[in-house]
């Protein structure tokens, strides 16, 4: 299809070297129409899984609509539940093709609400992000103790024990994770981070 449209072969382009995805602004400057993109997904040959940008599903359509989703909020780390999987963390539940992307973004930040993201406001230092899979991603630690904030006291235990089991973590981290595990009763717990709903 590609070869006989060069604006779709350029923006193919673009998508291989991001993980399968692109913007819609890249994806115009390519050459191609809002008519052609819609078309594209009409026909199921893009996904749209966030508003402004497209996964070529010939990639691993999940790192692509995580990298969609980082394309389009760019000051955004992929956070809670997204992360896990990025992490490979065990016991999670099975992942949906419309699942949506958990963004954290930085308090105060100004963003409309956007089909297909979850997004979570807090502060985040250096040493709570990393690449997992080349995508911008809290570590594990800091994903960790999010699904610790939002989960239940025993999801919260196995996550730890499959943490120390996988040595997802580090030993120091994982004493400090449990320690606060135990001191704070489950109805106490506080939620470090607020999703946007």
């Known amino acids: 299809m590609s070869r006989h449209d060069p604006a779709l072969a350029r923006a193919l382009a673009v998508a291989c070297r991001q993980k399968g995805a692109l913007t819609?602004?890249?994806?115009?400057?390519?050459?191609?129409?809002?008519?052609?993109?819609?078309q594209l997904v009409q026909n199921e040959d893009w996904l749209n899984p966030v508003q402004g940008g497209y996964v070529v599903p010939t990639c691993d359509t999940?790192?692509?609509?995580?990298?969609?989703?980082?394309?389009?909020?760019?000051?955004?780390?992929?956070?809670?539940l997204t992360a896990a999987r990025l992490h490979e963390f065990p016991t999670l539940p099975p992942c949906s093709d419309d699942e949506p992307i958990h963004l954290l973004l930085p308090p105060g930040s100004s963003r409309r609400r956007n089909k297909g993201v979850v997004l979570w406001y807090d502060a985040m230092s250096a040493e709570q992000q990393e690449q997992v899979h080349g995508l911008r991603a809290t570590s594990a630690a800091r994903t960790l103790v999010d699904l610790l904030a939002s989960g239940s006291r025993d999801t919260a235990a196995s996550l730890l024990d499959?943490?120390?089991?996988?040595?997802?973590?580090?030993?120091?981290?994982?004493?400090?994770?449990?320690?606060a595990l135990d001191t704070q009763p489950e109805a106490t717990r506080p939620d470090p981070v607020r999703p946007d709903t």
């Open 62 to 80: 999940y790192l692509g609509r995580c990298q969609a989703a980082l394309l389009v909020l760019p000051c955004a780390t992929l956070c809670g």
């Open 24 to 38: 819609r602004v890249q994806a115009r400057c390519a050459g191609l129409t809002d008519h052609r993109l819609h």
């Open 162 to 179: 499959h943490a120390a089991e996988g040595g997802l973590v580090a030993p120091e981290e994982l004493d400090e994770l449990r320690g």
